[in-house]
């Protein structure tokens, strides 16, 4: 295996095949404390961090696939054994992969600060991002936010300071840094200004989650449909309340097909892939494939029944 491969494989994982909350213990194999970053970028404060801490445990969550790949050729090239990298989407894994009260550490870092009034809806730094902090957070433990942005500390350290679960730090502007990333380097040597927020958890607070507990459903149709039953559902949209789905491609395997299908649930999206096959008796059964494997969430479950329910209309017609 190249080393590129190898770090990829040691250093990622995927909590969808993986018993959930993730704790120390589950992915570390260790006790001992457990951080987040969320956007770890490169993953220089990241391995920074891990190697200053060598008790504590970390977990990356970063949306670019490329991060995956530089964190983990940094971590491998350095032997760091306590950090494990996660790919998705922050906003909503950092309150549905983790326990109330488990984390002693978050930490974000620069994020896309999205200045545009109508990309407001992408911003992390959101009241959500509050509530879901004050559920993983234990008593005590505190998030930390740097940016460049002025304004989006400031808006950041308000959403903290609102909620009384918090205690909210005064905005600190060019804070001491122990360690800096080579785009903190470069920014310095520009004379631009770093600010940090500091808010410390007082009192944990629940926050509802949406992904599901029950294993995914394995649906039936009387027997294979068609190619022209299948592709008339391509880009057919189907909506209930904040659940979208859509069938994307539709492609023919031995035996049955496989459709390439999108799922949202508000804004998280996903990508996957079901597959309809032939049983002995020549019903059709319909499964989601392995690779990629989504979190089961509503709108994954809303999709395949929506489409078994379409194409039984269609069959039955």
């Not at 969320?38 to 977990?59: Q, S």
Request: with cysteine; hydrophobic share 35%; glycine share 4%.
């Amino acid at each position: 295996m190249k080393p590129y491969a190898a770090a990829i494989e040691r250093y990622q994982i995927l909590p969808q095949h993986m018993p959930l909350p993730l704790t120390s213990e589950s992915v570390f194999n260790r006790g001992g404390p457990l951080a987040v970053e969320i956007g770890f970028g490169g993953g220089e404060y990241l391995a920074y961090m891990a190697k200053k801490n060598p008790d504590c445990n970390y977990i990356g969550i970063e949306l670019p696939p490329e991060s995956i790949g530089r964190g983990s050729k940094i971590m491998y090239g350095q032997s760091i054994d306590n950090v494990r990298l996660l790919l998705g989407d922050a906003r909503y894994l950092l309150r549905e992969l983790f326990a109330p009260q488990s984390l002693d550490y978050i930490l974000m870092q620069f994020p896309m600060p999205w200045p545009k009034d109508r990309h407001a809806k992408h911003r992390i730094a959101s009241p959500v991002l509050t509530e879901t902090v004050a559920d993983v957070l234990k008593p005590g433990a505190i998030f930390e936010l740097v940016s460049d942005q002025q304004w989006y500390a400031e808006d950041c350290r308000k959403h903290f300071s609102d909620n009384p679960a918090f205690t909210a730090s005064p905005l600190e502007t060019n804070p001491h840094r122990p360690f800096l990333t080579r785009y903190e380097k470069k920014w310095q040597a520009d004379k631009r200004e770093t600010f940090r927020v500091v808010a410390t958890l007082n009192t944990p607070k629940p926050a509802p989650r949406f992904f599901l507990n029950s294993e995914m459903d394995f649906l039936n149709l009387p027997s294979l449909p068609t190619t022209e039953q299948l592709s008339s559902l391509v880009n057919q949209r189907f909506l209930e309340g904040n659940l979208s789905a859509q069938v994307k491609e539709v492609m023919s395997i031995e035996q049955g097909f496989v459709l390439r299908m999108v799922a949202s649930d508000d804004s998280f999206t996903q990508f996957f892939y079901t597959r309809l096959r032939t049983r002995k008796d020549g019903s059709c059964v319909i499964s989601i494939d392995d690779c990629p494997y989504p979190y089961y969430t509503p709108a994954v479950r809303f999709a395949v029944h929506q489409l078994q329910e379409s194409l039984a209309q269609q069959m039955n017609s």
